[in-house]
Each structure stands twice: as structure tokens, then as C-alpha cells.
């Protein structure tokens, strides 16, 4: 069965660091692109950024891009989401998801999501 | 910036045809997805590239395209059905996009 399990959400201050992890199991890890989505609080999914599946290339939204950045250990079935500078609006939860090919593109879409893991953002 | 559209909300008695219609410019370039996720859950993918339905999804729920619109159907409506229903699309620099959502109430 394939999962996906999100860890590292917690509450931080506005500035501050997050690193977010997810952890594969079920399916072939490397030969797929991997994704994270976040839903604030009582509003709809915003696509944060996605990585392709040797970790070559990788995506931000522009809300997130300078800092966010993303990786990803094929050995340990692994991808990362590295959050600096966060501001009161990243709170939200945070998706894991992946995409059922190796790269990004028109085709991309998300066949598979963890259940996700809290950030919240405040002083 | 690549934006898709959605009505906020669609009501439909059970037994009744649902049709939540996702409008945007890139649209006939562009695959759609639509994702429903009932409260408290994690999303479900339930239509990829416009009318592919995955393993496990019931029949009752389809998906079509005409030009810059793409729409999800879900006929003979249960009551199982009630949830946010979400679009998606991706374009070729690697930027996806979600609608904002539809919440449908059976």
C-alpha cells in the first residue's frame, strides 16, 4: 500500500525556520516526481513547490520562491520542504503529494497525498 | 500568472446530476485535474487529464472539456458526495495551479 506521512509541522515565529519531511513507502520512490500543497486554515489548496525525481529540477510558487527550498534522498524514500523566513500567511497545513511521473510538467497532476502536517506561524 | 476559476458553490438534491465547471485561459492547452476532499481529510484525485477516472473512483463521476471550460459531473448524486471539489492544472514551466474551490451541498 502506498503511503505518505508528513512530520515536522510546528508552531514558529514569524522569521523563523521549518523543515518539513516526508517519508514514501509502497511504491518506487525515485522514479517519481514529488510535491508539497498547502491549505491555510478554512481556505482552498495552493500548490508550494514540486521536485522531479532525481532532484535536478525544482518549482516554487512565487509566493514561496527565495524561501523555500526543496530536496529530496532517493536512498531514504525522502523529500524535504526547508522553510525560511516564515511570515504569518505560510500558516497552513501542509500536503505531501505524489505525482505519478518522473518530471513536471502540462500533464502533472497529484495521484497520491499524506495527510498532511500543521504550520502555524505567530508571535 | 496561470489562473483557473471556479463557482464557490453548486446544490444539488440526491439522485440529481452535479456539474462543477472550471474555467481558464490555457485551458485547451492544458490537461485538468479535480481533486475532492471532504472535511478533514486529505484531498482524493477523482478525474486526471480531463475525463481519466482512477481505480476505485465510482463511475458516476466523469469529466469533459469544451475550450476554455472543463467540467466534472457527477450523476445519480449520493449524499456520500457532499465535499470541496478542486481543480488543477499545470503549465509547461512547471507552475501548477488550483482553482478555488467548489463546495458542493447535497
Known amino acids: 500500500e502506498e503511503q505518505l506521512l508528513e512530520s515536522g509541522g510546528d508552531l514558529v515565529q514569524p522569521g523563523g525556520s521549518l523543515r518539513l519531511s516526508c517519508a514514501a513507502s509502497?511504491?518506487?520512490?525515485?522514479?517519481?516526481?514529488m510535491s508539497w500543497v498547502r491549505q491555510a486554515p478554512g481556505k482552498g489548496l495552493e500548490w508550494v513547490s514540486s521536485i522531479n525525481h532525481s532532484g535536478g529540477n525544482s518549482y516554487f510558487a512565487d509566493s514561496v520562491k527565495g524561501r523555500f527550498t526543496i530536496s529530496r534522498d532517493n536512498a531514504k524514500n525522502t523529500v524535504i520542504l526547508q522553510m525560511n523566513s516564515l511570515r504569518v500567511d505560510d500558516t497552513a497545513v501542509y500536503f505531501c503529494a505524489k505525482v505519478p511521473a518522473p518530471i513536471v510538467g502540462v500533464t502533472t497532476y497529484f495521484q497520491q497525498w499524506g495527510q498532511g502536517t500543521l504550520v502555524t506561524v505567530s508571535s | 500568472s496561470y489562473e483557473v476559476t471556479q463557482p464557490p458553490s453548486v446544490s444539488v438534491s440526491p439522485g440529481q446530476t452535479a456539474r462543477i465547471t472550471c474555467s481558464g485561459d490555457g485551458l485547451p492547452k492544458r490537461y485538468a485535474n479535480w481533486y475532492q476532499q471532504k472535511s478533514g481529510q486529505a484531498p482524493v484525485l477523482v478525474i486526471y487529464k480531463d475525463s481519466e477516472r482512477p481505480s476505485g473512483i465510482p463511475e458516476r463521476f466523469s469529466g469533459s472539456s469544451s475550450g476554455t471550460t472543463v467540467t466534472l459531473t457527477i450523476t445519480a448524486v449520493q449524499a456520500e458526495d457532499e465535499a470541496d471539489y478542486y481543480c488543477q492544472s499545470a503549465d509547461s514551466s512547471g507552475t501548477l495551479v488550483f482553482g478555488g474551490g467548489t463546495k458542493l451541498t447535497v
Open positions: 509502497g511504491f518506487m520512490f525515485g522514479e517519481h516526481a
